[in-house]
């Protein structure tokens, strides 16, 4: 399921943390080019540079998850909104769904130029090129998003029991189906499937043609649209009830509640249409135990943060509902869809200056547009995914990657190697590729260039190798493992005794867990570029 690979750092590199000749380091991008089993030991393929800006993004998003997930508890405006509105938590999610779309467009890149291409031209550019077809594309997606999903029940199913809590172990029962990678699944396998089959063959050489080229992805993201919304407002939640668990601790009885709903179009936590969607598909005991909205004023008297219920509190304040839902997954594959269209920009235009306004523009649109259907009426939902909230955060990844790509391109030149149609060519039956002009330097593709770039590459670092520092820092596995080493009792722990040692040193519990996020933060920065240094990298 996960695959392990170490590469050999080339001595002549100098400074081997500065360069990165090959990289397998996350779950939803699949290396461009790849080594032959076949080849001689003699003959290795031309490097590969990744996207540095991209990795960037991707570790960013993962510092601000360890972030939001390991301070929110000390700072709630941080924290994940309770139920309406926007928090610095609730743009790491469309963050991950962005980067993933983007990363699609150039894992395709090369593939798709291949896919009429003749076969003794694919054997003798195997080494470059892992996709020669598209059925064999789909297989290798749907398979990866198998993976992917199967990982993410086993990191967030129940199984693994977080922090402070030195059990494991899961009722089949009451396993939750959906999670952070399953979602991120869902938009990969749309992502990626409308960038296989839903393309024309088309030239770029216009606007014109970069539209007539996209327009069917752009049809069916609105047909996703249409059919979340027709379904979000045009629902009808009818009654149901569910069972307070016997071991809650907010002074209600053990038994069955009913919530009473008998409408359609609400967008409440009780009443809406995403929450129904769940309850028949999944079965109430398969969703999240925890919701967000038991920090509401309506379930909290410690609002916006978690507390004892207030007097005469709804009884739904109890009710599981999960935020990785099936229909909000649903539009949230539509965030992993915009990310591939700015990966399209990256693609087909070489100029920095024109990405980067290009890119520029694309976001301000859809803020815009985000923030006209609010004032329509639709509210910013995270645990919904509105249309509204969808919309801003993906402008705001669009804007984040902007930045990030300006900043990290005026830092250090990389050459990516760019497929050119015009170095091939097939001939008669055989087939063969003119190779002459292929490896000139006017058919690479310059990303990043020239020199504030070492501020950011503990943030790349952990791009690289994401996978592995979500599932042991995000997910809490290693924490929950050193926490297994206590002395005379489970408190006593090397990571809550060194949070409450910045707690004392501060004079402040909160401005002492966020000391000890940061350090945290720093400390899987490092070792993710230690990974690097010995040329480890953990996908899927």
């Known amino acids: 399921m996960i695959a392990v690979t170490t590469t050999e750092l080339d001595e002549r590199q100098g400074e081997p943390l500065l360069h990165n000749p090959r990289s397998l380091s996350n779950e939803e991008e699949e290396e461009i080019t790849n080594t032959p089993s076949t080849s001689s030991s003699n003959a290795s393929p031309p490097p590969t540079q990744r996207l540095l800006s991209l990795d960037v993004f991707r570790g960013l998003t993962v510092a601000l998850m360890i972030l939001v997930d390991d301070a929110g508890g000390a700072f709630p405006c941080i924290n994940h909104s309770p139920w309406f509105g926007v928090t610095l938590a609730d743009f790491v999610m469309p963050f991950f769904l962005f980067v993933v779309g983007v990363s699609i467009s150039l894992v395709f890149k090369v593939t798709k130029s291949l896919f009429n291409c003749c076969l003794a031209s694919f054997l003798l550019f195997h080494s470059f090129v892992k996709v020669s077809s598209k059925p064999m594309a789909t297989k290798k997606v749907i398979l990866r998003t198998f993976k992917l999903f199967l990982l993410g029940l086993l990191l967030q199913g129940g199984y693994f029991h977080g922090r402070h809590d030195l059990t494991y172990g899961v009722d089949v029962g009451k396993i939750r189906w959906m999670g952070v990678l399953q979602r991120i699944s869902i938009g990969y396998l749309f992502a990626a499937m409308s960038e296989i089959w839903l393309v024309d063959s088309i030239t770029v050489d216009s606007p014109m043609a970069f539209v007539k080229k996209y327009y069917i992805q752009w049809m069916v993201a609105f047909l996703f649209c249409t059919f979340y919304m027709c379904l979000l407002y045009g629902l009808y939640v009818p009654d149901w009830e569910f069972e307070v668990p016997s071991t809650n601790l907010f002074g209600y009885e053990f038994g069955t509640k009913i919530v009473n709903c008998g409408v359609k179009g609400s967008l409440e936590p009780p009443c809406n249409a995403v929450g129904l969607i769940d309850r028949f598909f999944l079965g109430e005991h398969h969703l999240y135990q925890h919701p967000v909205y038991r920090r509401t004023k309506h379930c909290s008297?410690?609002?916006?943060?978690?507390?004892?219920?207030?007097?005469?509190?709804?009884?739904?304040?109890?009710?599981?509902?999960?935020?990785?839902?099936?229909?909000s997954s649903l539009m949230a594959a539509i965030t992993c869809f915009l990310g591939l269209q700015f990966g399209h920009i990256l693609v087909h235009f070489k100029g920095h200056m024109q990405r980067l306004c290009l890119w520029s523009v694309c976001s301000f649109i859809i803020l815009i547009t985000g923030y006209v259907f609010e004032l329509l009426g639709v509210p910013l939902c995270k645990p919904l995914y509105t249309l509204s909230y969808m919309c801003i955060t993906a402008g705001a990844s669009g804007l984040a990657l902007t930045i990030i790509f300006y900043i990290v391109s005026l830092s250090f030149e990389v050459l990516i190697f760019s497929y050119d149609t015009a170095c091939f060519s097939c001939h008669g039956d055989v087939g063969t590729i003119q190779l002459s002009?292929?490896?000139?330097?006017?058919?690479?593709?310059?990303?990043?260039?020239?020199?504030?770039?070492?501020?950011?590459?503990?943030?790349?670092?952990?791009?690289?190798?994401?996978?592995?520092?979500?599932?042991?820092?995000?997910?809490?596995?290693?924490?929950?493992?050193?926490?297994?080493?206590?002395?005379?009792?489970?408190?006593?722990?090397?990571?809550?005794?060194?949070?409450?040692?910045?707690?004392?040193?501060?004079?402040?519990?909160?401005?002492?867990?966020?000391?000890?996020?940061?350090?945290?933060?720093?400390?899987?920065?490092?070792?993710?570029?230690?990974?690097?240094?010995?040329?480890?990298?953990?996908?899927?």
């Open 301 to 327: 008297v410690n609002s916006p943060d978690y507390g004892p219920l207030p007097p005469n509190s709804p009884g739904w304040c109890l009710a599981p509902f999960d935020p990785e839902g099936i229909l």
């Open 437 to 540: 002009n292929c490896f000139n330097s006017n058919n690479f593709m310059q990303v990043d260039v020239k020199h504030f770039r070492k501020p950011t590459m503990i943030l790349q670092w952990m791009g690289m190798n994401a996978l592995i520092i979500y599932a042991l820092a995000a997910c809490n596995l290693f924490p929950a493992a050193i926490q297994g080493f206590y002395w005379g009792s489970p408190e006593n722990n090397l990571v809550d005794d060194t949070e409450s040692l910045f707690q004392v040193m501060l004079h402040s519990k909160k401005w002492g867990t966020l000391v000890f996020v940061i350090v945290e933060i720093l400390f899987w920065g490092l070792v993710a570029g230690f990974l690097h240094l010995k040329g480890i990298y953990v996908r899927l």
